[in-house]
């Protein structure tokens, strides 16, 4: 036997893990890095609600803001009430910076309005959802949509004011703020104060016309085609083109006021009814007198001006006193109606203070011992309103001032309207008492006589006629010497000193003095035909002149 040995084996270790698992693997890591990078791309899930889901569906309507997608509506359903809908949708991470407090959606659909046509590209891609960048740093995933897109999008510069009225104005969202015809902002959005009982508006001025309103800035209004019919005549008011369809306010600062102090958001401001209303306003302080007035206080309205040698120094404050301090014996007496007017200082350069008001009051107080009187005037012959006009009476002095309850009276005349008409009675009396009829008697007696006297003088000529016609017959001569002897005998009869002479005389003499009696009346009657009626008391008897070219 052979004494070599056998060699030992090798032992190796045999591998249990193939290198084809490795595929799996990196398939998985790729599934894990892909549904990673989905998740932390996908962005956020945000939550809102709509009052109604109409035009839009799920996995089709978009979110866009400035017409860029930044998201998609993933889930509708209905609320757990059912008066409204949640609207579940995904933002893109490039837009979560949008997700923050004062973010706004609404739903973009075609809106016809008095601004214009909107949303007509909804008409073929259908409703979206239109989202308003906020600028808070607060965020935010569950929103309450509006009912319709916001008048003035977030981040516009400008200035938010708050605007209030308790007369009967009535704006709505989208209504325009004018400056000088300039479309400068609109109102946004209004709320009722019920405790308050006012309506307040927010609104909305853009840059750079917000500069222009400060703490003196007035607001009025200048909704549609104003006419207005008062004492300074027919005034016709509007904005621009736009007011005259839909309702507005303008606004600016009164002549004489200062141009005022800055402001900040949400300042208050009231809503005047007219540019006067809101220029009376800054003339806070006055004193108060009472006018009793004899006559009728028609066409007298509140808001009335009182002048004084023609400057507004007040208005009538009230036209009828009786309801709240009635007199005793209202029915027993013709009493005359209490008109309540204020007087400011600050319209005739005074104080606008309590200072002011003393020395307004002395002077008028004074004025009044002194002959100061109330007329009723009438402002416009059109509308008949009237106005109050203060007056100096120097010969109508007073001892003691009466007063009404706390107000001092300022004595009053007849108003003008009450002398014209005075005066129109005294006139039509005046021509009543013409004895027109006793003239008329008159002149129809004196044309009698002068138709007899005109058919003698006819009889006479025929006579003559007849005369002459029988001298031309057969006997000429017979007839002739017989005329000739009446012509003898009546020469006779007619020479100075007989009795026909003398009476002929005395007739002619009558006639002469009758129609020289005539005569200014009737001068009268051919210069001045309506003289009869409207007699001056003048009859001038006309001058006769030389024409030119007449003989000398």
């Known amino acids: 036997m052979n004494d070599t040995q056998t060699p030992d084996a090798t032992i190796k270790q045999i591998k249990t893990v193939s290198t084809i698992w490795f595929i799996p693997l990196i398939a998985v890591f790729i599934g894990c890095w892909m549904i990673y990078y989905q998740w932390s791309n996908a962005g956020s899930e945000i939550t809102i609600h709509f009052s109604t889901a109409e035009g839009m569906e799920a996995g089709k309507t978009r979110i866009k803001s400035r017409n860029v997608d930044i998201g998609e509506v993933s889930q509708i359903e209905l609320n757990k009430n059912g008066n409204g809908v949640i609207v579940t949708a995904k933002i893109k991470k490039s837009a979560e910076h949008f997700l923050v407090s004062d973010s706004m959606f609404w739903v973009v659909s075609p809106q016809i309005s008095h601004a214009g046509i909107s949303g007509l590209s909804t008409l073929i891609s259908g409703v979206y959802i239109e989202i308003a960048p906020g600028k808070s740093e607060n965020e935010r995933y569950l929103f309450d949509a509006l009912n319709s897109p916001p008048v003035t999008p977030a981040g516009t510069p400008g200035l938010h004011i708050t605007l209030n009225s308790n007369d009967q104005f009535a704006y709505k969202k989208g209504d325009p703020i004018i400056y000088k015809g300039l479309t400068v902002g609109q109102f946004e959005d209004i709320y009722f104060n ?15 016309y917000h500069q222009l309103i400060t703490s003196n800035t007035k607001f009025w209004d200048v909704s549609g085609l104003q006419l207005d019919l008062n004492s300074d005549g027919i005034t016709v008011k509007t904005g621009n083109f736009e007011t005259m369809l839909t309702n507005g306010v303008t606004f600016g600062i009164p002549k004489g006021m200062g141009i005022g102090e800055k402001i900040g958001e949400r300042s208050y401001y009231d809503i005047y ?15 108060e007198f009472v006018v009793l007035v004899n006559d009728s206080i028609r066409g007298l309205s509140v808001g009335a001006p009182v002048e004084y040698k023609g400057i507004q120094i007040g208005k009538v404050i009230s036209t009828n006193l009786i309801h709240s301090q009635p007199p005793e014996k209202l029915i027993e007496e013709d009493f005359k109606i209490p008109v309540l007017i204020s007087l400011q200082p600050g319209r005739v350069g005074m104080p606008d203070n309590k200072k002011g008001e003393d020395l307004m009051r002395a002077q008028n107080m004074y004025w009044i011992e002194h002959g100061l009187k109330a007329v009723l005037r009438t402002g416009n012959i059109l509308t008949g309103s009237l106005y109050v006009d203060l007056q100096h009476k120097k010969d109508q002095k007073i001892t003691t001032i009466a007063k009404y309850g706390n107000y001092p009276i300022i004595p009053t005349n007849g108003d003008e309207f009450s002398q014209i008409t005075a005066k129109a009675e005294q006139f039509i009396d005046n021509l009543n008492n013409i004895p027109l009829k006793n003239m008329s008697e008159n002149a129809n007696t004196l ?106």
Do not use: C, W
């Open 273 to 287: 009814a007219s540019y006067e209303e809101a220029d009376d306003e800054r003339y806070r302080r006055s004193i």
């Open 447 to 552: 044309m009698l006589e002068i138709t007899q006297t005109a058919q003698e003088l006819q009889g006479v000529s025929q006579s003559l006629d007849k005369l002459l016609s029988q001298a031309e017959q057969t006997q000429v001569s017979a007839e002739l010497s017989k005329a000739l002897q009446g012509i003898t005998t009546l020469t006779k009869d007619m020479s100075s000193g007989s009795k026909g002479y003398e009476e002929l005389r005395t007739t002619l003499h009558t006639l002469n003095a009758t129609m020289n009696e005539l005569k200014p009346l009737l001068n009268q009657l051919k210069h001045k035909p309506n003289s009869l009626i409207f007699n001056s008391g003048e009859t001038t008897e006309p001058t006769p002149t030389k024409l030119n070219g007449a003989q000398q």
């Open 194 to 208: 019920f405790e308050e009982r006012i309506v307040y508006y927010n609104a909305f001025v853009k840059s750079p």
